[in-house]
C-alpha cells in the first residue's frame, strides 16, 4: 500500500475555459459507491462531463470559483460545521478522466490567532463526516512527513485525510486502477531505460 505517495504529481491536462466552482456536499448520491466522490462526480469521470456538471452547479449557486483562477473550485459549506467551512477542489485528469480529486477545507474565520478555528480542531469534524458520508472504517496511520492521516480503501477508490497545515485539512481521492497502471508503466519505462555498463 502507498500511503507514502499521499499526492502524486500530474499534469492537469486541460485548463478551464470557463469559471466553474467547488460543490457542496449536502447532495443526494451513493457515496459508499467505489468511484463516488461528491455532488454527482466520481472517479474515471470525463474531463467534458466534470466541465458540464460544474457548468449546471454554477447556475445553481451551489459552487463557485475559487481564489486561483480557473482550477480552483469553491462551495461554501454553512451548515455542516459549527462555522462556515470553504471547501476547495479541483481534479487531476488522467486520458480525460478524473483520476485524483484533492480537496482542501478550511474555516473561514481562521486566523493566526484564532487558535479555534485551526486545522487540528477541523480535522476531527471532516473525519466525523466523512465516516458519515463514506464509511466508518478509517484507517489512522502516522506518516513520517504528513503526520497523523486517516485513510480509507474501497475497492478502487483511496481517501486520505489529513492536516496540511495550520490552516488547510487536505482530503485526496484516487482511483487506484489507474494509480497502479500508471506505476507499472513507469517501472517499464524506467527498466527499459536502463543500460547496464560493461
Not at 480529486?101 to 473561514?108: A, D, L
Not at 490567532?113 to 496511520?141: H, R
Not at 506518516?143 to 482530503?171: M, S, T, W
Request: aromatic share 16%.
Amino acid at each position: 500500500m502507498y500511503i507514502k505517495n499521499l499526492i502524486l504529481p500530474f499534469f492537469i491536462l486541460l485548463v478551464l475555459g470557463q469559471g466553474c466552482s467547488s460543490p457542496g456536499i449536502g447532495v443526494d448520491e451513493d457515496y459508499n459507491s467505489s468511484d463516488s466522490l461528491f455532488l454527482g462526480m466520481y472517479l474515471g469521470m470525463g474531463q467534458q462531463d466534470f466541465f458540464e456538471l460544474c457548468t449546471e452547479l454554477n447556475k445553481q449557486e451551489l459552487i463557485t470559483q475559487g481564489s486561483g483562477g480557473n482550477t480552483n473550485v469553491e462551495h461554501r459549506m454553512t451548515d455542516e460545521f459549527d462555522s462556515e467551512v470553504s471547501m476547495r477542489f479541483f481534479p487531476t485528469f488522467i486520458e480525460n478522466k478524473v483520476f485524483e480529486m484533492p480537496v482542501t477545507y478550511s474555516y473561514i474565520a481562521w486566523a493566526p490567532w484564532n487558535k479555534q478555528y485551526w486545522a487540528d480542531s477541523l480535522l476531527e469534524k471532516v473525519l466525523d463526516k466523512y465516516k458519515i458520508w463514506y464509511g466508518d472504517d478509517f484507517t489512522l496511520i502516522n506518516h513520517p512527513d504528513q503526520g497523523k492521516v486517516y485513510y480509507k480503501i474501497d475497492k478502487k477508490r483511496r481517501i486520505n485525510l489529513f492536516i496540511r497545515d495550520e490552516q488547510y485539512v487536505q482530503a485526496v481521492f484516487t482511483d487506484l486502477k489507474v494509480e497502479k497502471r500508471l506505476r507499472e508503466e513507469f517501472e517499464k519505462t524506467k527498466s527499459s531505460n536502463y543500460e547496464p555498463s560493461n
